[in-house]
């Protein structure tokens, strides 16, 4: 998976310096996201990537027609692909395995933040979930990796979603709950966006989630 990225890194970085992976929705680009968890990320590495799929004015990790392949074909091959993509980037960029890993999803990127983490639990610290979904066959999944180490999550839904109702969301939270997930549920009076509230919310997650 050849894809652009952004980095922003501190000037200082050890083993316990926190990785943070942003995946933007369909359409968008690596600009989205960027300055969601902080305006200028100082104790943490940021990488914005960008999808490698060119999709109306922006770009896609990968187009949801799954006439041809399957869903589960479609998503598992982009989770691999993007696994491969983070193994060459860190050390491309001199990072370490070793460092908390974080992901910071909306909508489509949302989707494969949590589905990476569910599935690559051993990789994981934890995801910003905005506004997506879990596929059923990440859920069965899932479940084959019971008893590694499990990833904290923060899940934002708004009320007015017209792509994934609140519905979604409160099963979303509901099976995370279940599944003793460390989970930080929110919901707001917004449609498919993020709002200025939210953004607060998420960094005040964040911090906690980075402290050593």
């Known amino acids: 998976m050849s894809c652009l990225y952004k980095i922003k890194r501190p000037d200082t970085i050890t083993n316990a310096t926190p990785i943070l992976v942003t995946l933007h929705g369909m359409g968008s680009n690596y600009h989205d996201l ?14 914005n990537i960008q999808g490698n799929i060119a999709f109306r004015s922006g770009f ?14 479609v998503i598992t091959k982009t989770l691999s692909d993007i696994d491969r993509f983070l193994i060459d980037t860190l050390k491309k960029e001199r990072l370490s395995a070793e ?18 983490s569910l599935l690559y639990p051993d990789k994981t610290a934890g995801a910003v ?5 879990l596929p059923k066959f990440i859920s069965e999944a899932e479940k084959k990796t019971h008893g590694q180490r499990k990833p904290s999550f923060f899940l934002a839904q708004g009320e007015f979603d017209p792509i ?10 509901t099976y ?10 929110h919901e707001y009076r917004a449609g ?3 709002t200025a509230d939210e953004v607060i919310d998420i960094r005040r997650w964040l ?4 402290k050593p």
């Open 99 to 116: 460092q908390p890993l974080f992901f910071l999803g909306f909508s489509q990127g949302a989707i494969l933040s949590l589905s990476y």
């Open 34 to 47: 960027t300055s969601i968890a902080s305006n200028d990320p100082a104790d943490f590495v940021q990488i």
């Open 207 to 210: 911090r906690t989630q980075f």
């Open 129 to 133: 979930v905005l506004n997506g979904r």
């Open 176 to 185: 995370l709950k279940e599944g003793n997930f460390e989970t930080d549920y």
């Open 192 to 194: 498919h966006e993020v």
């Open 60 to 73: 896609t990790y990968y187009v949801p027609d799954f006439s041809v392949r399957s869903e589960e074909e």
């Open 164 to 173: 994934f109702p609140l519905a979604v969301g409160r099963s979303l939270y």
